[in-house]
């Protein structure tokens, strides 16, 4: 396919310089000031104690306060946000009266905040973002002279093509990359040039199997959000070209997706496709750009990867990373680095890049 070969001729130099940086601990006030939440609570996983070294647990998120749900009548069986989306039907009206129930409240601020949910299954959606694929294709073009303007009117009529006569394209990530929405990205020792994809991640409540497009979001109970770090050197396999991409090493050591802070449910979160995903990195505006860019709508990518998968309760749709990612920037990560993913209504997650120490 012609979009896949504009972006395998893409090759970096070396930009990552590591350091001996060492990770701060977990837990203490981890909570800075976010954006606000769209609906009235949000759902996440918490635990308290000394740097948050006790039990997790699933909490109801309310302004800057915490309600711990195993302390509410009728949820107390339920020891994990995986537990309630799997009867998510049964359990939102629950959270509704909870939310609006005066009780005891856990300050936020006390709290460590872990990724809101521990996935089965992680679908990831890659090439998804109009601009973001006309960019690549303007800015590697081979040296024929063809003006820019006529290499992004080109490509974009082939991304017209491809949202009407294609399919999307969907790989699988391992949820032992999962990390939380304030800890420490970890670059590997060997890798070299670590980048950037926040994305918009659907968070399935209802199994999905074989379902149509026209009912696909029936089966999302929430949405949060999901930085894809990706080492770019090893995407391709150099010893391998005919095999194609290698998103196993690419995509998926410890710590390089990043979610949440929370899970925001789809009842409250508006429209998935008109929603601004912005990434800052150490202040400075990287990724601004909203869903309406999706060449493959949420509805289009939860129903395609159902035609192969049985979706489950908890498991990730990730939609795809908008334009401005390291590449395009000629930046890419480095220790000491601090990436600010933030989604409309969805909060905000900050995750500082570390080196890999012996």
Known sequence: MAWIEQIRRIDFPNRCVRSKVKGT???GNLVETSPPLAGPFALGTFSAGAFGSGAAFPGLVTGDHVLDLRTVAGLQAYDSTRALLERWDDI???LRQAAGTPGERLPLADLRVHAPVEP???LQSGANYRTHVIDLAVAHEPANGRPAEQVRAETAAMMDRRAAEDQPYVFIGLPSSVTGPYDDVVIPAWCTKPDWELELAAVIGRPAFRVPAEHALEHVAAYTI???VTAREVVFRRDMP???TDWLRAKNAPTFTPLGPYLVPAAFAGDPGNLRVTLRLNGKVMQDETTKDMIFDVARLV????QTVELLPGDLVLTGSPAGNGMHWGRLLRP???MEGAITGLGVQRNRCVSETA
């Open 242 to 244: 005919e095999i194609g």
């Open 336 to 338: 000491g680095d601090v």
């Open 120 to 122: 089965r299954q992680i």
């Open 92 to 94: 939102l009206p629950l």
């Open 25 to 27: 601990p977990p837990g």
């Open 226 to 228: 999901a930085n894809d």
């Open 303 to 306: 129903s395609y990867a159902s």
